[in-house]
């Protein structure tokens, strides 16, 4: 596996069901990011991991909730969603120590909540 | 949050035209990226741009650091069918960090 690979793919889940997103991060990288992206808007950070500890936290909802085990791997455990919560996510990792500190995108996860 | 005004929203255009795309911001920004993003995909970094003035390319694609700080341009030159997607800037201003702030996207549709 190669650069950052995220899974699932899809999901469809109730408004009841508890799921969990995951990112693996294969380049070596110490900052980790979610993204939530919903049609003609742009992109909107959710959660920044540097070097494992969660440093940004953008008034998101607590039925959202990371978890960082390690740099490599970074979850969103999902639970009680609304159906405005429907949208791609993103997982995004960085070399924290580089000044230029470009993010490179997995492919995401489509999620739709009914 | 900072918002980034990128335009134009969405661009047809035949196979073989230039193509011209811009990002303006409120902030001075000490770093601008441009990214593409297929369908079902997530964006993939095109150019990284690091100083104001600064002229980058990455074949037939050109992005400019704007003087004043505040935006950026994409140029894609003798388009093809595959440079269809959406293409979007992001911004970083000295002192947030890591934190990126996007742009609105630009969708390219190119007409063979």
């Known amino acids: 596996e190669t650069g950052v690979t995220q899974t699932p793919r899809h999901l469809v889940m109730g408004m009841t069901n508890k799921k969990s997103l995951k990112c693996e991060q294969h380049?070596?990288?110490?900052?980790m990011y979610w993204y939530k992206q919903s049609a003609k808007k742009p992109l909107e950070l959710m959660f920044v991991?540097?070097?494992?500890?969660?440093?940004e936290n953008n008034s998101v909802p607590s039925r959202f909730s990371p978890e960082c085990p390690n740099s490599s791997h970074l979850f969103l455990h999902l639970h009680t969603l609304q159906p405005e919560d429907s949208a791609l996510y993103l997982c995004?990792?960085?070399?924290?120590?580089?000044?230029?500190?470009?993010?490179?995108f997995g492919p995401g996860t489509r999620l739709t909540v009914l | 949050g900072q918002q980034l005004n990128q335009s134009p929203q969405s661009m047809f255009i035949q196979e073989g035209e230039d193509v011209s795309m811009n990002c303006t911001s409120s902030?001075?920004?000490?770093?601008w990226l441009w990214y593409k993003q297929d369908p079902g995909e997530g964006p993939v970094l095109l150019i990284a741009?690091?100083?104001?003035?600064e002229l980058t390319s990455n074949g037939r694609l050109t992005a400019q650091f704007g003087i004043t700080r505040k935006d950026s341009f994409l140029n894609i030159s003798a388009s093809i069918p595959s440079d269809v997607g959406i293409y979007f800037c992001?911004?970083?201003?000295?002192?947030?960090?890591?934190?990126?702030?996007f742009g609105t996207g630009t969708s390219l549709t190119v007409i063979p």
């Open positions: 995004a990792s960085s070399n924290a120590w580089l000044v230029n500190n470009e993010q490179f």
């Open positions: 380049l070596g990288h110490n900052a």
């Open positions: 991991y540097n070097f494992k500890e969660q440093t």
């Open positions: 902030s001075i920004f000490n770093t």
């Open positions: 741009l690091y100083k104001a003035g």
């Open positions: 992001a911004g970083r201003q000295m002192d947030t960090g890591n934190q990126f702030y």
